[in-house]
């Protein structure tokens, strides 16, 4: 089934790299979701910007140019529905209705296919993560043992830095921190890699950091995801997870008694 790609979480991983013009229009974008006009001459007047920007902003998001980004926001808006919120339990199930929706945007086949070997040719797997982060990778680290592979759950920062001092090619990290900017496990993460491992970073921000990790994760995200304040911020990790799970069930079947 051909899901289409949503603009928002595109827009939402990519402000990081973004300029203040640029962060300008995706601001547009993220609260504007019905717009009169969808002409390039409108957004120019509109935002006071030039068509160069627009050009930029469209290819930091992953597109051609600002044409195909409007009229993937034209498709966008076309076939979405109007909700009206009534109490808090429809707030926090739209949220996850949300999150799904983010999960076809950023969901890329072909790293869960590396991530996958990754997992198979390492000798020793170790997950770096805290608070409900490290919570959601004891779930994947259980996961996986039900396959056999076996790995161990770091939530401790001297942990994680010992760790990372002791590594070498024969082991695979896999990290998750929800803003990117967890300072605890960028460190490890970087001396790991620095020490020949393999390091996977799983995360709601588009980090362009070859001496960090070898592959980057992205997770779908809501405002606010950090806090857990609606919904947990384990969710994104763990539906990522379930992902990158079924390419080893598809090889690998599990027997009823396992459940």
């Known amino acids: 089934m051909a899901i289409q790609k949503e603009l928002i979480p595109l827009i939402e991983a990519n402000l990081t790299k973004m300029t203040a013009t640029e ?57 979405q529905e109007v909700m009206v919120y009534k109490d808090w339990t429809q707030n926090v199930l739209s949220d996850y209705e949300e999150m799904l929706r983010k999960n076809y945007s950023v969901l890329d086949e072909s790293k869960l296919e590396r991530i996958q070997q990754l997992i198979e040719s390492s000798s020793k797997i170790y997950f770096y993560a805290k608070g409900s982060s490290a919570l959601a990778l004891h779930e994947m680290k259980v996961r996986f043992m039900r396959l056999g592979i076996m ?25 998750a921190s929800i803003s990117g900017q967890t300072q605890s496990i960028i460190r490890a993460l970087k001396r790991a890699k620095q020490n020949g491992a393999k390091t996977v970073l799983m995360t709601t921000k588009n980090i362009e950091d070859i001496e960090l990790c070898d592959e980057l994760l992205l997770l779908a995200s809501t405002q606010n995801l950090s806090y857990g304040n609606k919904i947990s911020p384990q969710f994104p990790i763990l ?21």
């Open 23 to 79: 962060r300008e229009i995706a601001t547009y974008f993220l609260e504007h979701r019905t717009i009169k006009s969808l002409t390039i001459d409108f957004f120019c007047e509109t935002l006071h910007v030039s068509k160069a920007s627009l050009t930029r902003f469209s290819k930091k998001c992953g597109f051609s140019g600002f044409r195909e980004f409007l009229y993937q926001y034209k498709e966008m808006t076309k076939n």
């Open 151 to 175: 790995g161990e759950v770091m939530d401790d920062e001297d942990m994680m830095l010992w760790t990372s001092l002791l590594v070498d090619e024969s082991c695979l990290i896999i990290a």
């Open 239 to 259: 539906l990522m997870t379930d992902c990158l799970f079924s390419y080893f069930l598809k090889e690998n079947p599990l027997r009823p008694d396992y459940y």
